[in-house]
Each structure stands twice: as structure tokens, then as C-alpha cells.
């Protein structure tokens, strides 16, 4: 406990972002709960595939993700 | 909020069927929740590989979801 | 198949609009996969605390819907 | 209902296992709740890629997992 | 892993067969994939709200689920 | 993108320590994706009930959690 489960569109982020972000979601969750909760800590990545995520019924692509990586997107 | 998740096998609906899920789905809890909600309705789409889904312990494949959809299942 | 989970904050929706929201969800994704998928279609409902749920780091409570609701947030 | 839902790392579990996993876990399920409430019972099962799942901030891969089968990992 | 997720309506079991639930579910789990896996296997129990669960649209209350589990629902 | 949707046993976490959670996780993500994606970041906190939640097979119940959080438990 806890179980942080990460849901992302597929081909955004590489190997070494996601052990990053575990890394850094672990940490985070271990600087609020106290160091005794680590061994305890789960983190689950899913990847979904691009254009299967809506914000307002618009989706997302992997495209679009890049676009707002970039700023490109407001 | 709200956020709508969709579990589905892999295979059975198009890139133009999911995108009309995902109109449909967020259309028909705008028509609840009000249009404002509309930019914080999220939905995500996710599929699972053929056979990995199962009611009363028999699983579904893809072909299954196809023989369905044909009616040749009651 | 499929199924689909609505996760919402608790406190907005009365029992017969969640009611409602079963039955326009449904009938949103048998519009699409057929009504043979009719008795496959499985609809979850989840409610989260006040509070425990944020966009961009920000927390939503059961007050804060209720103001997006009445049109008082952009 | 209920819902059992499975999380697991891709490439672990053969097709024969997968099935198996399902038979049990219904059984299980129908051994506590009653057998009238078996063509109620899902199970979903899930598959994330390797090294998309962390205990304690450590990805485990689908290596790992063959190796924690084997017993060379306590 | 893997991690096992039950979704339920509330009120339908008791705390004994809740910890029955988890018993039996590790059991099968660990008979598929091997005792060294015990310790990694995780199971989470979610309950959701009388009536917010639908099969075809037909809301589940806690009193429809006593009346299958009496085999009086077909 | 991405949704973070973190599990724990209810009780556990003031409200305070939930605000803060959600600041950190969110913070942890955009750190990774870059600041441009902080609008689209979503964290959903979940809490289940005491005693619904295994390792191994072995519940751990409010309790148990505050054992640990005292490192109590090894």
C-alpha cells in the first residue's frame, strides 16, 4: 500500500522516462507516507493506444502528445 | 470528472468506431452532468487481448465478439 | 463486453441521475457495438471523496462540481 | 458481479495459463458467493510491458518474473 | 505481481468472507503461477454503492444480489 | 495524460496529507513530461476499506498500516 497505477498514451515517453517517472512517483509517494512504506509502494504503468484518450470528447494521439511536449498546444 | 474508462477485447471496433464511442460516451454524460462539464469529461479506451475476458469462467475471443455481433449468439 | 467504469467525486449525482447515467451509457454503446451486445454491457459507477480528485495538481470538491454545474467556473 | 480484474506483465503467462487463471480465479469467486452467481462473474485480465511495474521503486521485468518463478529470486 | 482486483456491491459480504475471498483468490493465483510468487501477489477489494452496477442497463442493488445469491433471480 | 490513480486504505492519510499528495504526484509527473502538461495532469484517490486490501494473502487493516508508518513492521 499504496498502488499507483499510471495511465498514458503509448509511444510518448521512452524506457528510461518511465523508470524515471516510477522512480520519481515512488518518492514522492515515500516522502509523504514515511520510508517504511517503500518495500510496500506499487506503481503500474499502462500505456493506451494513441487517439484512445478524450478530453471533452476530442482525442489524443501520440502526435497531439508531441505537439504539447513541445508547446505547440495551449 | 467524471472519468469514463471502456474495457473492451482488442480487434472488434475500428479507429472510426472508437472515435464514435468516445463522442457518444462523453455526449451522453454532458446530457446529465451539463454542458459545462463538457472540458473535464475524460474518456479512455482499453483494449485487452483476445481470450483475456471471461463470464462465468468461458472466455471471449475476438472471434467470439464478431459471432455476437453477428447475432449468431443468444 | 465491454465495460465500462465512471469514476466520479460523491455528492453530485442523485440516485436517479446516476440512474440515468447507467441507461444513457448503455444505450451510447449498443448504438455502436449492436444490440446484441446488449447483456454483455457491464456499467460501474465509483465515487471518490471530496477532494480527492485534481486537473493540474488542483483539488475538485463536491462544491467545487457544483459550481462548474451552475456555470460559475470557466 | 463481481468484477475480478488482473493485472500482470505481458509475456509470462502462456494462453493455457491464462485460461487456467480465469477457470480458478471463477471458481474461487463461486466457491464464496454461491453458484447462482456465476454467469455474473468477470474476469479481465491485463497485461503491461516489461518493466512497467515497480515494487519499492524497482521495475520488475518479464525477466525477473521468469527468474522469481524459477526461485532464484527470494 | 500480478495485482488482483475485485470489484463488488457493498453489503454483500461479510469481513469472514471478504478474508475468504482473498484466502482463495491468492490460493488460485499461486497455483497457476508458483509459490515463490506469493509474497508479490497483491489483491485489492473495491465495493461501489447499491445500484451503481449494471448489467444491460439493469441496475444491481445489494437486495438483488441476496435474491440471486437465494436463486431466486434465474 | 497522463492519469494517475492512486489506492489506499482508508484512514490512513488526513486530508492534508492527501493535498499534499496530489501536489507531489503531480509535481513528480510534470518534472518528466515537462510543465506544458500540467492542465492535462489528472490524480484520482481512491480509499477501500480496512482489512480489503493483501499481500501474500495477509490483510492489512488501518492498523497494520499505522504498525508500519511507526516502523513497527519490518
Same mark, same amino acid.
Not at 512517483?25 to 493506444?49: C, H, K, N, Q
Given at each position: ?8 498514451? /503509448?509511444? *510518448? ?12 512517483? =515512488?518518492?514522492?509517494?515515500? #516522502? !509523504? ?12 504503468? /499502462?500505456? *493506451? ?12 494521439? =501520440?502526435?497531439?502528445?508531441? #505537439? !504539447? ?6
Amino acid at each position: 500500500m499504496p498502488l499507483i497505477e499510471v495511465k498514458m498514451i /503509448e509511444g *510518448v515517453f521512452t524506457t528510461a522516462k518511465k523508470q524515471e517517472m516510477i522512480t520519481r512517483l =515512488t518518492d514522492a509517494m515515500v #516522502a !509523504i507516507e514515511g520510508e517504511s512504506f517503500r518495500p510496500y509502494t506499487v506503481v503500474i504503468l /499502462e500505456e *493506451v493506444r494513441s487517439g484512445d484518450w478524450a478530453f471533452g470528447g476530442k482525442s489524443l494521439t =501520440t502526435a497531439d502528445v508531441h #505537439a !504539447i511536449a513541445e508547446g505547440k498546444v495551449a
